[in-house]
């Protein structure tokens, strides 16, 4: 009987503020049998999307990102906030549903032409992952996808609506109520 991920995924009511109704992927990574079953699926999209490199927002996509990259035998890309790269970066500022943010990506990690696969935890509003394929796109990288395990839709949850030209997959979706 096949895993259902949606079991794996908590509901926390007003975190990080009131009205929000966070989605947990802590319940996913103890559990190895889930936390593999994620893997092999990511795997299996981006070697549909031919994938040369995964990069991955922080702190999640690096959760997720990390093993698909040793997995396939491919480099992994960290996106940090503020103040956390020490080389020459760029960077993207973005809107989320509780506030606003910046990104920034390491200004040597995207060769041009290279095929990128964005992999994070959560598709909300779409505007980490926005802002991540936008740094790809500038250092002349090619976006072949946008990998996520849950997707929340309703309330202004359109993530997937912003991120309308690019390859978007994701294996649960959840109502954001």
Same mark, same amino acid.
């Given at each position: ?6 079991d ?9 503020s ?20 994620v ?10 999307? *031919? =994938? ?5 927002? +922080?702190?999640? $996509?690096?959760?997720? &990102? %990390?093993?698909?990259? /040793? ?20 960077s993207k ?36 992952? *926005? =802002?991540?394929c936008?740094?790809?796109? +500038?250092?002349? $990288?090619?976006?072949? &996808? %946008?990998?996520?395990? /849950? ?24 109502s954001?109520?």
């Amino acid at each position: 009987m096949a895993l259902n991920l949606a079991d794996y995924i908590a509901a926390i009511p007003n975190f990080p503020s009131k009205g929000i109704l966070f989605r947990d992927v802590t319940p996913l990574i103890q559990n190895g049998e889930a936390f593999k079953e994620v893997t092999n699926q990511l795997e299996v999209y981006a070697r549909k999307v *031919k =994938a040369d490199i995964i990069v991955g927002p +922080e702190s999640r $996509g690096f959760i997720f &990102g %990390c093993p698909l990259a /040793v997995q396939m035998g491919l480099g992994f890309v960290p996106v940090r906030k503020p103040g956390k790269l020490p080389r020459e970066t760029i960077s993207k500022e973005y809107s989320l549903e509780y506030g606003s943010n910046e990104v920034f990506m390491h200004k040597d990690a995207i060769k041009p032409g290279q095929r990128v696969l964005i992999v994070d935890d959560l598709l909300a509003t779409g505007g980490t992952a *926005k =802002a991540t394929c936008e740094m790809v796109e +500038e250092l002349g $990288g090619v976006v072949a &996808g %946008c990998a996520f395990i /849950v997707e929340l839709y309703g309330n202004g949850m359109e993530g997937r609506k912003m991120l309308e030209d690019y390859n978007v997959f994701s294996m649960v979706e959840l109502s954001d109520q």
